[in-house]
């Protein structure tokens, strides 16, 4: 933009961001190294070697731009932290409050309603508009009234009531709308329950999930380190505007556009998948819904095993010890995602699970890639402080780093003999995250069953090492005497776990994790960058490269442009997310991306991923519908990223197709059904299809939480 500026004859100072900007770095780590004490540190270097150009790149402009925050990678994830320590609930600017409000460039933002700051997701032009002083717009949306009452059972935890509030919503439909929590349940949940519910809005569809700021607001804001003063001015301040929600005085009736009620003690275990976040699976029906899946057709509940080969046993040997892999084995078991680790009580909750294994004489399996994630710094203290993170250790859920990890795709390599042991047999691997997202491709390439579970859950079927099975009436494994051991036998009670949140989480925790945030670590330290106020651009390089939108940019806006006698690129059904079209993970080796890169002289242990290339216009081009997973009906029945070049039938990769079409002058056109776009705010959704086709897409309905 200020490049843009100046060829245009104007100042390119006036690029500044007017409102506070907060840029957290969490999108960039992998689980390269996994059940390892040196695991954060290893993981760390390996990220900076991978990421050190666009890392100086983000240093730079922390300097080069006003009213700019930068928070260094290894701190956590933007949403945790945002919640403990960016949000201010209420402005204060010189004296003028006013209500906190947020956009944030991940659709996760709407974590932050949980603390009752009106916040949601945009792509990156949207968000640059808001930096540059622009007002967002929006037709007024229509808000559903969600009425909680009675309290959670005991051992249900905030995952499972998310799970089942994301179901009820996607059925009651609101896209494009509010979505208000009230009622006397409210008081049964704590703040991290709050913001567990609110971080799915883009999961159930809503523009957000809000929770009103209420007494239990207030104290988190005290738990988390805010000032008696800040937060009696907070209160203050929005009950004198009539904004705050006093449970402990006669509520008047509410009235909304639509209306929905949960009893909490309705809830019951469950986990989400094996391809959508809204497919609930109540635990108990776990072992005939996977069965089905296995049966049924190809499609969002089927992958089409023959009868005959559903039993099939893949014996392969994993570091000189007999090892095998069935149709639903595990082969990723994560905690991660800022949905979950933000909360303490399915934390430390996960933590008591493996206590009681170890206790017990239980073990997660050696081939199965574990890995724990915190969003913040904060959960290692109070994992520390209660003793129980050596259990998780014991199990393989070592720290990993402070970042999204495996819920963004960054999951890092299977073990070689895992790998070829699920390829080589066809075997349908199951991956289960404490995450937001299951969507095909988006976990690992290798694992086509990905269930959403609470942390605790995520320990307890790393165990039984397999999503085949019924947790009331089949045995986990064999304890140290001999006997069975049942889900059950490790599961903790909600006694047991407040116990512990109670003795643990200290508000001293994250006073001491936030007053160093923005020092950062040695190595961001070292990053050595010029105090320019323009970025001198590297025609080499393949992370950070000029983007074409502004080059031949003039004064007056060109207009729309016609379509004639257009060619069908791509043919899709529903629900296309965005990491169909824009894919967040690793790049295949035989993608175009690869060429291009290889073309560069970068070696595939280089790759990095689609998320850490979104600055390079060329990669992402060529990464824009390559998702592994893709169903195109001009393949009939092919899945993957590629297409059929209509003028010559030749089947290509669908970046070389477009690229065909535009060198002889043919537009294209995009065809899609319900629900195109959904998931994430990303941007390059929109701009990866702008730089292909002629016309993105003739679609029922269009992005879910994000107008691109």
């Known amino acids: 933009m200020r490049d843009a500026m100046n060829r245009l004859g104007s100042d390119s100072n006036k690029i500044n961001p007017l409102v506070p900007v907060d840029l957290v770095i969490d999108h960039s780590v992998q689980v390269d190294v996994a059940r ?3 695991a954060v ?3 760390m270097e390996l990220e900076f070697q991978r990421n050190n150009e666009r890392f100086a790149f983000l240093k730079w402009g922390s300097t080069a731009f006003h009213n700019m925050l930068v928070v260094p990678p290894g701190s956590g994830i933007v949403h945790q932290v945002n919640l403990e320590y960016l949000g201010r609930v209420v402005f204060n600017t010189d004296g003028m409050l006013y209500p906190d409000s947020v956009v944030g460039t991940d659709s996760h933002t ?22 540059l002083g622009q007002p967002m717009s929006m037709v007024l949306p229509g808000v559903v009234g969600f009425k909680l009452s009675g309290k959670l059972c005991d051992g249900v935890t905030a995952t499972d009531l998310v799970l089942t509030v994301t179901q009820m919503l996607r059925k009651h439909g609101v896209v494009g709308k509010f979505v208000e929590f009230y009622g006397d349940g409210m008081g049964e949940l ?20 809000f929770f009103p700021v209420d007494h239990v607001t207030l104290q988190y804001l ?8 800040t937060v009696a001015m907070i209160e203050a301040y929005l009950r004198a505007n009539k904004l705050f929600i006093d449970y402990d005085e006669p509520q008047q009736e509410r009235v909304y556009s639509s209306y929905l009620e949960l009893n909490l003690e309705d809830v019951e275990p469950c986990i989400s998948g094996p391809k959508r976040p809204h497919d609930r699976v109540p635990l108990k029906e776990m072992k005939a819904d996977w069965h089905s899946c296995l049966d049924n057709k190809v499609g969002f509940k089927g992958f089409a095993v023959p009868k005959e080969s559903q039993d099939k046993v893949a014996k392969f040997s994993f570091h000189g010890q007999p090892a095998e892999l069935k149709h639903g084995s595990v082969v990723i078991a994560a905690i991660t995602s800022c949905t979950n680790t ?4 399915v934390m430390l909750g996960a933590a008591l699970v493996a206590k009681k294994a170890c206790e017990l004489g239980l073990q997660v399996k050696p081939w199965i890639k574990t890995s724990l994630a915190p ?4 959960v290692t203290k109070y994992l520390l402080q209660s003793g129980l993170q050596k259990y998780l250790n014991q199990q393989g859920f070592n720290i990993v780093g402070y970042g999204c990890t495996t819920c963004i795709g960054n999951s890092g390599d299977l073990d070689e003999s895992v790998g070829s042991a699920i390829s080589e047999n066809d075997i349908i691997a199951a991956a289960v995250l404490s995450g937001n997202r299951n969507f095909e491709g988006r976990v690992h390439p290798l694992t086509r069953a990905n269930y959403l579970a609470s942390p605790p859950l995520v320990v307890a079927y790393a165990l039984a090492g397999t999503v085949d099975i019924d947790f009331d009436k089949e045995p986990i494994g064999m304890g140290k005497d001999g006997k069975s051991v049942y889900f059950k036998d490790i599961w903790p009670s909600t006694e047991e776990i407040a116990q512990v949140v109670q003795s643990s989480v200290l508000p001293e925790m994250f006073k001491s994790t936030y007053e160093a945030i923005t020092k950062g670590n040695p190595m961001w330290n070292q990053l050595s960058v010029p105090a320019t106020t323009m970025y001198k651009w590297d025609a080499n390089s393949t992370y950070i490269h000029e983007p074409p939108y502004f080059k031949d940019m003039t004064m007056d806006p060109p207009g729309a442009h016609g379509v004639k006698d257009a060619y069908c690129l791509l043919n899709f059904g529903d629900s296309i997310t965005t990491d169909h079209i824009s894919p967040a993970g690793s790049i295949h080796k035989d993608s175009p991306a690869a060429k291009y890169l290889l073309e560069r002289g970068v070696d595939r242990k280089d790759f990095n991923s689609y998320g850490s290339r979104r600055g390079n216009d060329e990669v992402m081009a060529r990464g824009t519908f390559a ?5 195109n009906k001009l393949l009939n029945g092919e899945v993957g990223p590629k297409t059929v070049h209509i003028p010559t039938g030749e089947k290509l990769y669908v970046f070389d197709a477009a690229m065909k079409y535009k060198s002889a002058g043919h537009d294209t056109i995009v065809l899609a059904g319900a629900e195109y776009g959904s998931g994430s705010s990303r941007d390059w959704a929109a701009k990866g299809p702008m730089l292909l086709v002629s016309q993105s897409s003739d679609c029922k309905k269009f992005r879910e939480n994000s107008p691109e």
């Open 36 to 38: 390892s004490e040196n």
């Open 41 to 43: 540190q290893a993981n």
């Open 110 to 131: 709407t974590m932050i309603d949980g603390l009752g700051v009106a916040g949601w997701g945009v792509g990156g032009i949207e968000a640059e508009a808001a930096m």
């Open 190 to 209: 704590s703040l991290a329950d709050r913001a567990t519910i609110a971080n799915m809005s883009p999961e159930y569809g809503a523009t957000m999930g």
């Open 222 to 229: 005290k738990l988390t380190g805010r000032s008696d003063e």
């Open 342 to 345: 933000s909360n303490p009580s």
């Open 375 to 378: 969003g913040s710094g904060v």
């Open 627 to 631: 998702n592994i997973r893709i169903v």
